[in-house]
């Protein structure tokens, strides 16, 4: 993720790993780049699977052909998350729209102080964990705590039924 580690990994380079061998299997495509990840989808070699790393940017990447995704949010929403995923991954757009627009106003809150302290957060308020963190990290501060939980009081309780899955 350049917006961690301040580098991207270009496409050309993923490519030219991927064909350089079949043990290259899959990419975390997490460039926050659209047409990065479509040029990776359009050229990679069959044994290439293509992952989304990047929340918001799941639904596009999925449209464009992704295979899947590494979550951060599905650690507190598993079933809005997976089935956004599922039912993307079945062409039932109008589910998965659903489902990403219940999550997409608590995605901002879980990165505005750093990964992991959104999440730990978001997972204090639902009941499963402190938001506690070990040095050098550090917790979601209060004011971000606040506005987390805003957010999260918006995310309609999943429905499978209402949902299409």
């Known amino acids: 993720m350049p917006g961690r580690t301040a580098s991207n990994v270009t496409c050309d380079t993923i490519l030219r790993l991927a064909n350089a061998s079949p043990q290259f299997i899959a990419v975390k495509e997490a460039s926050g780049d659209l047409v990065q990840g479509m ?8 044994h290439l699977l293509v992952l989304s790393g990047d929340d918001p940017l799941t639904l596009p990447l999925l449209g464009c052909g992704a295979d899947g995704v590494i979550s951060v949010i599905a650690n507190a929403y ?6 956004m995923v599922d039912s993307a991954l079945r062409n039932d757009m109008a589910t998965a729209r659903r489902l990403n627009e219940a999550l997409l106003d608590v995605h901002p809150h879980l990165y505005a102080e750093g990964n992991p302290a959104g999440i730990k957060g978001a997972l204090e308020i639902l009941g499963f964990c402190s938001r506690e963190t070990r040095l050098p ?12 939980r805003q957010a999260m009081s918006k995310v309609p309780a999943f429905q499978p039924d209402l949902m299409g899955c």
Do not use: C, N, V
């Open 78 to 83: 598993p079933a809005h998350f997976s089935g």
């Open 137 to 148: 990290l550090t917790a979601l501060s209060e004011t971000g705590q606040e506005a987390l």
């Open 39 to 46: 040029r990776i989808m359009k050229h990679k070699p069959d």
